[in-house]
Every structure is written in structure tokens, then in C-alpha cells.
């Protein structure tokens, strides 16, 4: 049974006291054993993951473990398939840059989000802004590449992912420190479904207030995608987000404003992030990338991160105040969004300088000394 408004707040609090326990139990004996370095070894050789795959080769403990975990989603169809195939073959550039600069900076609003992955060594330290581009990259790519959703390599990336979560939980607990009662579970059910929601229908409004119009057909094939992305990451049933954008949508807004709110962790966090687009990319380019991210956020949101804002982002606004009053026609997804646009989008050269900028970062995370496959860690770094 899907999550709905009506149990939100009973559901997300149980949801903050729970991790993973099939896979919990799994990595536990892993680091206890000193064989994570081992396993993420495998990763690279493991490149899709498919209900009735040999896993002979691999140590009976986890090609267990990958024989359960290559189950689809209950109820999933070819549909849903075609569904998320849509929205990909109209918006995987743009999609996947505002995952990378709004999903990103979006998770560290949640103060329980940005301690986790600060207090996660490489993930949150100065090169944490590349490391976790560099394997949140391949998911992204993956998502859109045809055949992604059918031949098992998302299901891959996503269980490599949800082996990482895991990590981090067993560290967590092995060290003694982490606050259980101000933070609950760490990496928790509570945790990975506010991440979904901001990478599915928070990516959606940064797109509607960038002035990009999405179908309704494909926003729901992009909910139907990360549905499919939600149950991989070991998600039960009664906490998976449903594929209906709309109730999604409404599930976040309820629990963004509660979530949501300035920290120090997030403001460390969001200045790493700026500093590495900028040391990276050309001043015009890097400073189209960060108001991309501004004005995907709204300014209620960036203030609250700590996004700086730019000349380009003041330039832009009167000029967006007039696409909105002759662009926006009907009552479209999440009460606004066009169905029909005339006139011109005074966003599109922005938006495009900064999908050229993205490029350019993700060349650089999945080829300068980084690692495009998500790693396990057998410790945690030195930023807690």
C-alpha cells in the first residue's frame, strides 16, 4: 500500500526510526569481516541486476542478498516503462542538471541531510561537492539512457546505492556518536523519501519556475521513474512513493515546509558545493550554473541554503514576470504549470549556459581521479 497525504505525518515518523534491515545485516558482517574494499571491487564488474541472474561467482551472503533484491516493483509494467522513457527522450539534459545543482543543494536543507553526508567523510568533506557528483552522475545518466528501466543497469546503480546507505548506517552506529534521538535513524526510510521527493517533483517546480514546460504525461512518467528508483533503494511497500505526481507533490509540500530550514551544516555544505562550481567552471558560465540553482530553489529556499545570488538572477526576474503573464494558460501540474507556452522564456539562454557547464563537471567527476560507481565505506572520514 502506497504512502498518502492523509498519514504523512504518523507514517514519516515511523519512517525516521527505521533503516534497512535485510541489507543493514548484510554490510555489518561485511565491515565487521574487512571485506568492503572486496565488494566495491565487485561493483564495477556487477553492471545490471535482473530478477533470475547467475550470482554464483560472488559470496553466497550477497548474491543472497542480490537474487531478493532484483524484484520489481509490485505492480510495475511496461506503462510505467514507457511513461518515464517519455519524459526522458523530452527533458534527460535539463532533468539531470537540476538533479545534480537543486537535488543536490536541496538535500542539505534538511538538517538531518546535511549532517549525514558532512559527517560522512569524502562525501561531505572539500571534495565532497565532485566525489558525489561523480557517482550521483552515472544514476542520473542511467535514468534517462533507453533501455535503463528494461535491461536492469538502474536497478543496478540503485542497489549499489542502497549497499552505500547501508555503510553509512553501520558506521554510524559503530562510532558511538550519532544522535539518535535529535536525528533518528541514520540514512533512514523518513531520509531516502524526502530525497525522492526532492529529485522527482522538487526538479519539476525548479523546471516550472525556470520556465520549462513539462507534460503532465511526463511529469508522471518522471514519478513512475523514481518510484521504480525508490523501491531499489530497499524502500517497504507502505513507504514507497506512489507513481500519481499529484499526491507526491502534496506529501512534499507538507513535509518541506516542517523539514526544510537553515543549519550550519547546510550552509558549510552549500558553500563547498558553490566553491567547487566556481573553481571549475569560467566566471559566466559558473555564475549561470548557481543562479540556475536559485531560481530553480526560489529565493525562499536558496536564502535558506545560502545560495549567493548574481547579476544574471536580478536581470532575469522582470523579464520572467512577463513570460509568466502571457506563458502561463490553464491550470497545469502543481496548480500553474503551463500546458500551452507562447512568447519566449527569458531562462533559456541561462538554462542553456548552465547545461554546458554541467557537462563540463560531469565530464570532470567521472574522469579526474573519481569514481563514477557509489563505494561503500569501511570508515568514516575525519568532517564529523
Known amino acids: 500500500m502506497s504512502l498518502t497525504v492523509e498519514d504523512v505525518e504518523a507514517e514519516m515518523q515511523a519512517a525516521s526510526q527505521e533503516g534497512d534491515p535485510a ?10 569481516n574487512q571485506d568492503v574494499d572486496g565488494v566495491n571491487g565487485l561493483f564495477r564488474t556487477i553492471g545490471t541486476l535482473k530478477p533470475g541472474m547467475d550470482f554464483s561467482r560472488l559470496p553466497e551472503r550477497l548474491a543472497q542478498f542480490l537474487n531478493e533484491a532484483a524484484a520489481e516493483p ?53 571534495e565532497g561537492p565532485g566525489r558525489r557528483l ?54 533512514s526510510q523518513k531520509y531516502m523519501a524526502g530525497a525522492i521527493c526532492v529529485f522527482s ?22 514519478m513512475c521513474a523514481w518510484h521504480y528508483v525508490n523501491h531499489y533503494l530497499g524502500t517497504p511497500a507502505k513507504w514507497l512513493m506512489p507513481k500519481d505526481v499529484d499526491v507526491v507533490d502534496r506529501i512534499w509540500r507538507i513535509e518541506r515546509e516542517k523539514e526544510w530550514r537553515t543549519s550550519e551544516h547546510c550552509t558549510y555544505m552549500t558553500q563547498q558545493a558553490v566553491k567547487f562550481y566556481r573553481d571549475l567552471l569560467p566566471p559566466g558560465v559558473s555564475d549561470a550554473f548557481i543562479t540556475v540553482t536559485r531560481i530553480g530553489l526560489g529565493d525562499k529556499y536558496a536564502d535558506m541554503a545560502g545560495v549567493p545570488r548574481s547579476p544574471i538572477d536580478l536581470a532575469g526576474k522582470p523579464l520572467a514576470q512577463g513570460h ?28 542553456g549556459l548552465a547545461a554546458k557547464g554541467y557537462n563540463q563537471i560531469v565530464k570532470y567527476a567521472i574522469t579526474h581521479d573519481q569514481d563514477d560507481q557509489p563505494q561503500m565505506h569501511q570508515e568514516l572520514g575525519d568532517n564529523r
Request: without cysteine; aromatic residues 8%; negative net charge.
Open 23 to 32: 541489507v543493514d545485516a548484510l554490510v555489518s558482517d561485511l565491515i565487521d
Open 74 to 126: 509490485p505492480g510495475w509494467s511496461e506503462a510505467d516503462v514507457t511513461a518515464a522513457e517519455g519524459f526522458f527522450d523530452h527533458h534527460h539534459g535539463v532533468a539531470s542538471m537540476l538533479q545534480g545543482t537543486v537535488g543536490l543543494i536541496g538535500t542539505y536543507l534538511s538538517p538531518t541531510g546535511a549532517f549525514t553526508l558532512r559527517s560522512t567523510g569524502r562525501l561531505g568533506g572539500v
Open 134 to 187: 561523480s557517482q550521483s552522475s552515472r544514476l542520473f545518466i542511467d535514468m534517462g539512457n533507453r533501455g535503463a528501466l528494461r535491461d536492469g543497469t538502474l536497478a543496478a546503480d540503485v542497489t549499489k546505492v542502497r549497499l552505500v546507505h547501508a555503510s553509512v548506517r553501520q558506521l554510524h552506529k559503530m562510532s558511538g556518536v550519532w544522535d539518535y534521538d535529535t536525528y533518528g535513524e541514520p540514512v
Open 201 to 222: 517533483v522538487q526538479v519539476l517546480e525548479a523546471m516550472r519556475n525556470l520556465g520549462i514546460t513539462v507534460s503532465e504525461d511526463d511529469a508522471h512518467g518522471f
Open 324 to 351: 509568466k503573464a502571457v506563458s502561463s494558460l490553464g491550470s497545469g501540474l502543481f496548480g500553474g504549470a503551463a500546458k500551452k507556452t507562447v512568447g519566449v522564456n527569458p531562462y533559456d539562454e541561462v538554462v
